[in-house]
């Protein structure tokens, strides 16, 4: 169950640049999967957990140009975590504790501070087909109640868009990274705010959280086709790992996933996607109202 709500202002006294975001929301998700830390986890590990959260974020920034723009936000939000029951899938307490799945069992209230800049040339926000998007996120989380979740966090994303044959083909690219870290060692990041790979946007072959750990890598490669007016068809291929420490974010021992899709156009924009995903745990149907482009911040 989700429950959300937004509000925008653009243009704050005369300063038709400026731009205002009030967003707040209570989600009850009771079937969250968790599979362990790392890459190395294994699909028969999968457990299942509840979880609660509550947020009220704003965010204010300025747009320096039509590409470039920059702000801070300030937040406050809740996280409960608890046991999913019985059920097909084991409840996450049957395989894992405070050790394996940090801040297990333990309520946490949190508020937050941080920046954002993006810099924007994309032509349309939903299936572009030229320019690219590069952009930076920094938040600190403040663990209100006993300080041990206290952490910042960090986030990259690059996306860039090759059209030919009059736009009507696009290779577009993909990398995106995002870091958990304390910088002590009596803190730890709570396991449900670690960085995460698999489902419908990163490692689209496996399943949706998938692979979870402090440090998060990923790059996809899409060649997109017309078939006709509204339809396009898709190739790609996508790769990831999650790692410890940031200095292991290379390279080497990456996941792998690929597949083929459909993507319905509306007014030049991409309202459907289709996608049906293969890795090496096996083939995964995707349905999204979401193109693979949508911005993460």
Request: glycine content about 10%.
């Amino acid at each position: 169950m989700l429950v959300d709500g937004e509000l925008q202002v653009n243009g704050v006294r005369r300063a038709a640049d400026t731009f205002l975001n009030l967003y707040s929301k209570y989600e009850r998700s009771p079937r969250m999967e968790y599979y362990g830390l790392g890459a190395d986890s294994r699909k028969e590990d999968r457990t299942r957990y509840q979880l609660n959260t509550a947020a009220v974020d704003f965010r204010a920034g300025y747009r320096f140009t039509r590409a470039l723009n920059a702000g801070l936000d300030v937040g406050y939000g809740a996280a409960h975590t608890g046991s999913a029951g019985e059920g097909e899938v084991p409840s996450i307490e049957t395989k894992f504790d405070q050790t394996t799945a940090p801040g297990l069992f333990d309520d946490t209230r949190f508020a937050s501070w941080g920046f954002f800049a993006g810099f924007d040339t994309r032509d349309l926000v939903r299936g572009p087909r030229k320019g690219g998007f590069y952009g930076v996120e920094f938040d600190r989380y403040l663990d209100l109640d006993a300080g041990t979740y206290t952490h910042r966090q960090l986030a990259l994303e690059g996306q860039q868009f090759f059209p030919y044959f009059n736009q009507q083909r696009v290779v577009a690219l993909f990398v995106r990274a995002r870091f958990a870290y304390t910088g002590r060692d009596d803190h730890v990041v709570p396991f449900f705010l670690l960085p995460q790979l698999g489902g419908n946007y990163d490692l689209r072959g496996f399943n949706q959280y998938r692979f979870y750990d402090n440090n998060a890598f990923a790059a996809a490669v899409e060649h997109r086709w017309y078939v006709f007016s509204g339809l396009e068809m898709a190739a790609f291929a996508d790769a990831g790992k999650t790692v410890p420490e940031k200095g292991n974010v290379d390279f080497s021992k990456l996941n792998y996933s690929g597949g083929l899709g459909l993507r319905v156009r509306l007014r030049g924009a991409v309202v459907l996607r289709m996608d049906v995903a293969r890795s090496r745990e096996g083939v995964r149907w995707i349905w999204s109202l979401s193109d693979i482009s949508r911005r993460r911040f």
